[in-house]
């Protein structure tokens, strides 16, 4: 399977920060990747998916980068809703791999 | 939009069997892949098992091949997944998810939790 490396784990960011997550896959998966935000307790939500493309209603100050194996999610100006536990997910060969998260939270 | 509603969770002893259900709605349901995704208390995110639009087809992660088997009712709109043979390490919040045309999770059910536990 797949293997799919996130970091840094866990960060602490002030409202306003521009965060950068990255994901890194331990074979090529193209721009098969997507990212997901989920709050406790919560399903977790589609952020990006094809590596760069916007999700329906998503703010635009979320984006996603990256081809290959090296991939980045980055929030332009964190807001107090994106504190928040953050996942990608490779959908290029079975089984789809998720990386182990990161969470976001206040400085 | 799209809505899934999962059912079927409970506690159950080491062993024992469990049937989940997801009821679909507001898309069309046989046009889509479906999959069950898992994750264990204070866990991330695991992906499980996954069926086909028209059920032609499906795969299993490694850990629950041989005990778990996802199947649909495309009349009906639900996927259901029958896990046999239960382990504490099963123990997790159950989530169906809709796969979007190319890939990726576009809609998730709000989960039901699963606890193997004698």
């Known amino acids: 399977a797949i293997q799919m490396t996130q970091s840094p784990s866990s960060l602490s960011a002030s409202v306003g920060d521009r965060v950068t997550i990255t994901c890194r896959a331990s074979q090529g998966v193209r721009d098969d990747l997507g990212w997901y935000q989920q709050k406790p307790g919560k399903a977790p939500k589609l952020l990006i998916y094809?590596?760069?493309i916007l999700d329906s209603g998503v703010p635009s100050r979320f984006s996603g980068s990256g081809s290959g194996t090296d991939f980045t999610l980055t929030i332009s100006s964190l807001q107090p809703e994106d504190f928040a536990t953050y996942y990608c997910l490779q959908d290029y060969t079975y089984p789809w791999t998720f990386g182990q998260g990161t969470k976001v939270e206040i400085k | 939009q799209g809505q899934l509603v999962e059912s079927g969770g409970g506690v159950v002893q080491p062993g024992r069997s469990l049937r989940l259900s997801c009821a679909a709605s507001?898309?069309?349901?046989?046009?889509?892949?479906m999959y069950w995704v898992r994750q264990a208390p204070g866990k991330g995110l695991e992906s499980v098992a996954v069926?086909?639009?028209?059920?032609?087809?499906?795969y299993y992660t490694d850990s629950v091949k041989g005990r778990f088997t996802i199947s649909r009712d495309n009349s009906r709109s639900t996927v259901s997944l029958q896990m046999n043979s239960l382990r504490a390490e099963d123990t997790a919040v159950y989530f169906c998810a809709k796969v979007r045309s190319k890939g990726a999770f576009d809609i998730w059910g709000q989960g039901t939790m699963v606890t193997v536990s004698s």
């Open positions: 094809a590596a760069s």
């Open positions: 507001g898309f069309t349901f046989s046009d889509y892949g």
């Open positions: 069926i086909w639009n028209d059920g032609s087809n499906n």
